[in-house]
T-cell receptor, first 109, second 113 residues
Framework: GQNIDQPTEMTATEGAIVQINCTYQ??????LFWYQQHAGEAPTFLSYNVLDGLEEKGRFSSFLSRSKGYSYLLLKELQMKDSASYLCAPSGGSYIPTFGRGTSLIVHP | DVKVTQSSRYLVKRTGEKVFLECVQDMDHENMFWYRQDPGLGLRLIYFSYDVKMKEKGDIPEGYSVSREKKERFSLILESASTNQTSMYLCASSAGQVPDTQYFGPGTRLTVL
């Protein structure tokens, strides 16, 4: 089975850095996705981690610790357009990700 | 770019009606998925398909069925719609590689009265 925990909501200021944490318990874990979903739109792929460590992609980075069942998404130089829901999605033996309930990030001026 | 389209953006149906939601992808993807998304519950997998004519139950298949007669098309069927099936329905497809990134359609907001 899968158990995914991420904060429901976070707020941050434009230009700041925010870290969105996710803990999970996933049978046969083989990787973890992060997706971004703007209000009223479809989720879009942000990152995928399979090995421990930090993966950097522009202003966004994602970290994974397999032994701790822990990941975070780091957003730097926040912009207003980063206001969205961020979905943590570990995948298990079937390689199909299970989506967490999402963290709604509000960026204010 | 991968394009996943869904037949309707908004749909209103009555209790007991049979409802068809259509999804088409244009990237020759092997896998297709149907999710529903509800506030506070996140995305939940209803059914998925690895190949034509193949289907697998997801986490919440009750009250739904699916059909995949062609590789590019995956249909979700509500045999007798009920009010608790009012939701946002999202279709996705993936190539079946690792990582198996999913590409989502724009969603269909279904209201059952």
């Amino acid at each position: 089975g899968q158990n995914i925990d991420q904060p429901t909501e976070m707020t941050a200021t434009e230009g700041a850095i925010v870290q969105i944490n996710c803990t999970y318990q996933t049978s046969g874990f083989n990787g973890l996705f992060w997706y971004q979903q703007h209000a009223g739109e479809a989720p879009t792929f942000l990152s995928y981690n399979v090995l421990d460590g930090l993966e950097e992609k522009g202003r966004f980075s994602s970290f994974l610790s397999r032994s701790k069942g822990y990941s975070y998404l780091l957003l730097k130089e926040l912009q207003m357009k980063d206001s969205a829901s961020y979905l943590c999605a570990p995948s298990g033996g079937s390689y199909i990700p299970t989506f967490g309930r999402g963290t709604s990030l509000i960026v204010h001026p | 770019d991968v394009k996943v389209t869904q037949s309707s953006r908004y749909l209103v149906k009555r209790t007991g009606e049979k409802v068809f939601l259509e999804c088409v992808q244009d990237m020759d993807h092997e896998n297709m998925f149907w999710y529903r998304q509800d506030p506070g519950l996140g995305l939940r997998l209803i059914y998925f398909s690895y190949d034509v004519k193949m289907k697998e139950k997801g986490d919440i298949p009750e009250g739904y069925s699916v059909s995949r007669e062609k590789k590019e098309r995956f249909s979700l069927i509500l045999e007798s719609a009920s009010t608790n099936q009012t939701s946002m329905y999202l279709c996705a497809s993936s190539a079946g590689q690792v990582p198996d990134t999913q590409y989502f359609g724009p969603g269909t907001r279904l209201t059952v009265l």
